[in-house]
């Protein structure tokens, strides 16, 4: 079955940057685009980036030029560098199998906690 296992989540003071990585198993992930998503405290999930099968990539407005996701095929891993971070970056990161379209509802990890505060 579908595993995905995110980690690198922590706390940072404003400005700083986090490394996440999202360990995929259980399906042909050269196959599959990636994407991650956040949600932050009461509110609804957002998505934030997505990386295709020929690494194409896309982010949303609020973290352009800021973050980075990459994945690694043969290590079944997707990556999202995130720097100059922001309060306003606050959320439970997921990883998510799928493109943009899918960030709702495709199957996702248990989610990694990123804080940033000063």
């Known amino acids: 079955q579908v595993q995905l296992v995110e980690s690198g989540g922590g706390s940072v003071q404003p400005g700083g940057s986090l490394r996440l990585s999202c360990a995929a198993s259980?399906?042909?992930?050269?196959?599959?685009?990636m994407s991650w998503a956040r949600q932050a405290p009461g509110k609804g999930l957002e998505w934030v980036s997505s990386?295709?099968?020929?690494?194409?990539?896309a982010y949303a407005d609020s973290v352009k030029g800021r973050f980075t996701i990459s994945r690694v095929n043969a290590e079944n891993t997707v990556y999202l560098q995130m720097n100059s971070l922001k309060p306003e970056d606050t959320a439970v990161y997921y990883c998510?199998?799928?493109?943009?379209?899918?960030?709702?509802?495709?199957?996702r990890g248990q989610g990694t906690q990123v804080t940033v505060s000063s």
């Open positions: 990386v295709g099968t020929e690494m194409s990539t």
């Open positions: 998510v199998k799928g493109g943009k379209m899918y960030y709702t509802r495709g199957p």
């Open positions: 259980g399906f042909s992930f050269r196959s599959d685009a």
